[in-house]
């Protein structure tokens, strides 16, 4: 499965972003999306994530209520809706799909496909 994220760009704190994500080279929907992000020098660190089956979703303490992940089956694609952004939330951020049906959301090694990153610049 390819991934291709889009949506990045520049932004004034309090402003908002649209990230989203598309699959391709495969007929079979994900188990479950993420989205991380990477800050210079910095790990890449879980955001949320959203099952396909249920739309069950994750996200981590610090984007809780600010972020919200929406995925559309029939287009294999997911995307994360960035509200009230910081300069804190300036990074590189991936999208990723599993197919399998376990491990937890949060974990980067749950995850088999990955796209190439979009950059979130938030300026002050």
């Known amino acids: 499965v390819q991934l291709q994220a889009s949506g990045g760009g520049l932004v004034q704190a309090g402003g908002s972003l649209t990230l989203s994500c598309a699959a391709s080279?495969?007929?079979?929907?994900?188990?479950?999306w993420g989205w991380f992000r990477q800050a210079p020098g910095r790990q890449r660190i879980f955001v949320a994530a959203?099952?396909?089956?249920?739309?069950?979703?994750y996200y981590a303490d610090f984007v809780r209520g600010r972020f919200a992940i929406s995925r559309d089956n029939v287009k294999s694609s997911v995307s994360l809706q960035m509200n009230s952004l910081k300069p804190e939330d300036t990074a590189v951020y991936y999208c990723a799909a599993s197919h399998r049906p376990w491990g937890r959301p949060m974990d980067l090694d749950r995850y088999g496909s990955w796209g190439q990153g979009t950059e979130v610049t938030v300026s002050s």
């Open positions: 959203i099952n396909s089956i249920g739309g069950s979703t």
């Open positions: 080279g495969s007929t079979f929907t994900p188990y479950i």
